[in-house]
């Protein structure tokens, strides 16, 4: 597992993406990609075109990158995920909440 991240030209958005399994060890890695970043960012996006599989704890990762952009507010958007992680996010309602394309 890896987590890389990048910021767009205007240095609005922060993409993370996620190589491989999205798991409980991901944790901490997770939370440095956004957390250490600074104020300028307005929208993150998650590139999930790497990642192979996800489990509860990924989806509660989700919720706190959710709750850091800004609640119902932030701008948090999910791309590029396999069948398998799709239904997985699909499954737990998460459309809701986050826009996944």
Do not use: K, P, W
Not at 32 to 52: C, G
Not at 67 to 89: H, T
């Amino acid at each position: 597992m890896a987590i890389h991240t990048r910021r767009s030209e205007d240095g609005r958005t922060l993409v993370i993406s996620i190589d491989g399994r999205f798991d409980f060890s991901s944790h901490q890695s997770f939370r440095d990609a956004y957390e250490h970043d600074d104020q300028d960012v307005s929208d993150y996006v998650i590139d999930m075109s790497e990642t192979t599989y996800l489990d509860s704890s990924a989806l509660g990762m989700l919720l706190l990158l959710r709750d850091y952009a800004g609640g119902d507010a932030g701008r948090v958007r999910i791309e590029n995920c396999n069948s398998d992680v799709r239904r997985i996010l699909s499954i737990s309602n998460f459309e809701q909440l986050f826009s996944i394309q």
